[in-house]
């Protein structure tokens, strides 16, 4: 499950600048610097730095978890689209607001473990969500 995650390295994503303004807490200068360290000198489309970039086939499900006012929103939906067209399960949520990604985190997380855990069976709960799962509502 990602959470606001930070998937493209390059940096270019049009949410980085149109949401950071809305949100005094996100300082993209500072992302920057430490994107540009981290980085180093390997291009910042290499695979393993920028997943969005990376060959999808074969992931398993994955869980996106992004705000419609969060700076790294572009990063998720751009990740989902590709994920999805390598043929990855994908559920990607987008709440209204990046403020509510702290509360809504924890019983994601949990509802995703029940769905793809190892032991897990499809719940009705996920099913009457219509959230994806392993096999069809019996």
């Known amino acids: 499950m990602l959470v606001s995650a930070l998937l493209d390295l390059t940096l270019d994503a049009p ?7 809305a949100d005094p807490t996100f300082d993209l200068g500072v992302l920057r610097r430490r994107v540009a360290r981290h980085a180093g000198s390997t291009p910042r489309t290499d695979p393993l730095l920028s997943p969005l970039h990376a060959n999808l086939h074969g992931f398993p499900p994955l869980r996106l978890l992004t705000a419609g006012t969060d700076p790294l929103l572009d990063d998720s939906l751009s990740f989902a ?7 990855v399960t994908v559920d990607l949520r ?17 509802e995703f473990m029940d769905v793809w855990g190892p032991s897990a069976a499809p719940s009705a709960d996920a099913r009457e969500r219509g959230w994806p799962t392993r096999s069809p509502a019996s």
């Open 81 to 87: 689209a590709r994920a999805a067209r390598s043929g």
């Open 15 to 21: 949410s980085l600048l149109l949401n950071a303004a």
């Open 94 to 110: 987008v709440l209204q607001d990046a403020a509510d990604l702290r509360t809504a985190f924890v019983p994601a997380m949990a």
